[in-house]
């Protein structure tokens, strides 16, 4: 006769409930980074659509902008949801402090006349970085919380609410925009009339306050693996004198081109 202690040792062994927790926190984790990077998107898409109404040269630009991709959004988000579900709070921290520093050198190389254009460019491909920023802020702000699962599960929700006014505002903008500024009667639109170009400003100092918590979180998600202050320091030491000469490069690089572009501008027209 097969007793049950018998029987479960020849049933192959199951992962731990303790398992299936982590895998459903980094889940939600993931999922509310990927949801921040889309409200990202949206205010973006937004501000473009305003500024391209603006100019009448950008209209086929306008066009894309307004075009609803329901379908690939909702792909690109559980893409992006389960690659931050993969990496880890670890890889993510690595991110964040990478495009910091890549993101310091070059609002530290900004020349007077070109600050708004770089900084939208840096809109543009910090989205990446502010999923595993989110990711791995949460990961150490809930590390040892008797109430994990519940806390992310209240941010997720928070999260999904900031996602859908995003989009819903972006599709009030992209389709109405155009009437209800040119009527003056929808407070909304005439709000972003008055303060489209002050956007950038403000998602700066959002982006700013985001990466800076994020920084912070990954350098003590990092340094939770060193055993000695010892280590740490063989660690951090040659990764900044690397990460310091990378962006002296990057900086000099930039000042050369920028140079030699001047100079070809210059001897094409004389």
């Known amino acids: 006769m097969f007793s049950l202690p018998s029987l479960s040792s020849w049933l192959p062994s199951l992962p731990s409930f303790e398992w299936g927790s982590s895998l459903f926190d980094s889940l939600l984790q993931g999922l509310i980074g990927a949801l921040g990077v889309s409200v990202l998107n949206s205010l973006l898409k937004v501000y473009f659509f305003v500024a391209c109404v603006n100019d009448p040269q ?7 902008l307004s075009a609803q991709w329901a ?46 254009k770089e900084r939208l460019q840096l809109f543009l ?43 819903r505002l972006t599709r009030h903008i992209c389709s109405l925009y155009e009437l209800h500024s040119s009527q003056r009667y929808c407070g909304v639109c005439l709000g972003l009339l008055a303060s489209q170009h002050g956007m950038p400003r403000l998602l700066s100092r959002t982006l700013t306050v985001a990466f800076a918590v994020s920084d912070l979180a990954a350098v003590a998600l990092i340094n ?47």
């Open 71 to 116: 379908s690939l959004e909702m792909l690109h988000l559980a893409g992006l949801t389960l690659f931050l579900t993969l990496i880890g709070s670890r890889v993510a921290a690595l991110v964040v402090l990478e495009f910091s520093l890549r993101a310091v050198s070059t609002l530290l190389s900004l020349g007077k006349g070109s600050g708004n």
């Open 125 to 167: 491909v910090c989205q990446f970085s502010l999923g595993c920023g989110l990711s791995c802020g949460l990961s150490f702000l809930q590390e040892g919380a008797p109430h994990r699962s519940l806390n992310l599960l209240l941010s997720l929700g928070l999260a999904v609410l900031l996602a859908l006014g995003a989009r």
């Open 224 to 270: 939770k693996d060193f055993l000695s202050s010892s280590e740490a320091v063989r660690f951090w030491t040659p990764l900044t004198i690397c990460y310091t000469l990378l962006v002296i490069y990057m900086q000099a690089y930039r000042a050369r081109s920028r140079r030699c572009w001047c100079a070809w501008v210059a001897s094409s027209f004389c």
């Open 58 to 64: 950008r209209q086929p630009q306008k066009q894309r």
